[in-house]
């Protein structure tokens, strides 16, 4: 079945480390994002990508990074810089086949620093 | 820029009661627009959603009209059921692969 995976689904962190999050996406769509989800804020975007090789900041990017190496892979790295991590991240992906955008998510991954 | 304006929550209905979760919009152009469901612990599922004006999306009971003239794709139910308690975002996309716009989310609560 065609879907988006991320993993893990629980991650504990230390403080002062860093923590990927793996998002990978077998739909052949062209864009991926990374949202954050905090209780009563509703979604907020991190970071997102249009195509390969090439991404943007969103709204909350201060202490994340991303890569796009391959169309089917967005990994989301929380540095040491993120002070308050803990939240439930959630990946998600588009496509124009239908003629307008639909939106795809990923089940979501809980991080948590210990 | 893009925006989506839901109503205040949580709302708590009981079962059988009507559902309408207001949602309002700001964009140029023709946005699609959607509505997407979380239950507890899990990520979002795509509800309805609809591309142009006047279109009316709809699935398990729940509906939504596209409304350009007020910019709103409220979300109605006629008689929500204790599965129902989730949380909705109503969201907007202006175009094909596009940065996506949410609205904060409403937390629906359903009484048995």
């Known amino acids: 079945d065609g879907g988006i995976t991320q993993s893990p689904k629980y991650l504990f962190r230390k403080e002062g480390q860093n923590v990927t999050l793996s998002c990978e996406q077998n739909?052949?769509?062209?864009?991926m994002y990374w949202y954050r989800q905090d209780p009563g804020q509703g979604l907020r975007l991190i970071y997102y990508s249009q195509i390969v090789n090439d991404f943007q900041k969103g709204d909350i990017a201060e202490g994340y990074s991303v890569s796009r190496e391959k169309k089917e892979s967005f990994p989301l790295t929380v540095t040491s810089a993120q002070k308050n991590p803990t939240a439930f991240y959630l990946c998600?992906?588009?496509?124009?086949?239908?003629?307008?955008?639909?939106?795809?998510f990923g089940e979501g991954s809980w991080l948590t620093v210990v | 820029g893009d925006s989506v304006t839901q109503m205040e929550g949580p709302v708590t209905l009981s079962e059988e009661a009507f559902l309408t979760i207001n949602c309002t919009y700001t964009?140029?152009?023709?946005?699609?627009l959607f509505w997407y469901v979380q239950y507890p612990g899990e990520g979002l599922q795509l509800l309805l959603k609809?591309?142009?004006?006047?279109d009316k999306g709809s699935n398990k009971g729940f509906e939504a009209t596209y409304r350009k003239e007020t910019t709103s794709f409220h979300l109605e139910k006629g008689s929500v059921q204790v599965s129902d308690s989730a949380v909705y975002f109503c969201a907007l996309s202006p175009g094909a692969n596009s940065k996506l716009t949410f609205g904060k989310g409403i937390t629906l609560s359903v009484r048995p």
């Open positions: 998600a992906s588009t496509t124009d086949r239908d003629g307008r955008n639909t939106i795809y």
């Open positions: 609809a591309t142009k004006a006047d």
């Open positions: 739909l052949n769509h062209d864009a």
């Open positions: 964009a140029t152009g023709y946005p699609s």
